[in-house]
């Protein structure tokens, strides 16, 4: 299957297909019986084989990482400043979680020639992006969604799981086994 690269095809796809993105989200929201970590990690794993994040950086355009107070005491530490001045030069409070903050612009005051400028010091949120290989897929289907229009590794691992579920449960219907 093709990898798509394009942000401009992926962003134009994530509009078309947005209700059959809700749709396959209501699904594996109630799928039982299968290891859907264990699927999406391995497609992660070869997906992002074929992926160079750094020449692409959408998400550190489109996205507000989030930042909790270790994340915090580490940046500011890296930046050498205060956790103050940090604070109030580059943070805002976060609408969505207590007691965390998010950088108060996209894209990121950090990003520079699609590269971080303070790679070392980043958030755990930027590191574990775009969090395919964490476990409890099902719980996080909400920013899968949210970032399938946004990273080229989320878009196309949902819809090549979109294909490796429906096989399966095509094999398992017709002929009563699993897919080799
Ligand atoms: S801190 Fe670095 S990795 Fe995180 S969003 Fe900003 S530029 Fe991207």
């Known amino acids: 299957m093709k990898i798509e690269t394009n942000l401009e095809t992926i962003k134009s796809i994530g ?3 947005e209700e059959e993105n809700w749709k396959f989200r209501s699904y594996l929201k109630d799928l039982h019986g299968v290891d859907l970590d264990a699927i999406v990690q391995k497609l992660y794993a070869d997906v992002s084989s074929h992926i160079d994040c750094t020449q692409c950086a959408n998400c550190c355009r489109a996205m ?4 909790d107070e270790e994340d915090v005491v580490a940046f500011s530490s890296h930046m050498n400043k205060s956790i103050e ?7 805002i409070e976060s ?4 007691n965390k903050y998010n950088f108060n612009s996209v894209p990121c005051p950090f990003l520079a020639e699609n590269k971080c400028t303070h790679y070392a010091g ?3 949120d930027c590191k574990s992006y775009p969090h395919l290989q964490k476990e409890n897929f099902t719980f996080r289907l909400m920013s899968v969604i949210e970032n399938y229009s946004i990273c080229p590794i989320v878009f196309n691992v949902y819809e090549r799981l979109k294909t490796e ?5 095509m094999y398992e219907n017709i002929i009563g086994g699993s897919p080799a």
């Open 122 to 124: 980043r958030p755990k």
């Open 85 to 91: 001045e940090f604070i109030t030069e580059y943070l």
């Open 165 to 169: 579920i429906w096989r399966k449960l």
């Open 64 to 67: 507000y990482p989030s930042l």
């Open 15 to 17: 509009k078309e297909k």
């Open 95 to 98: 609408n969505e979680e207590k």
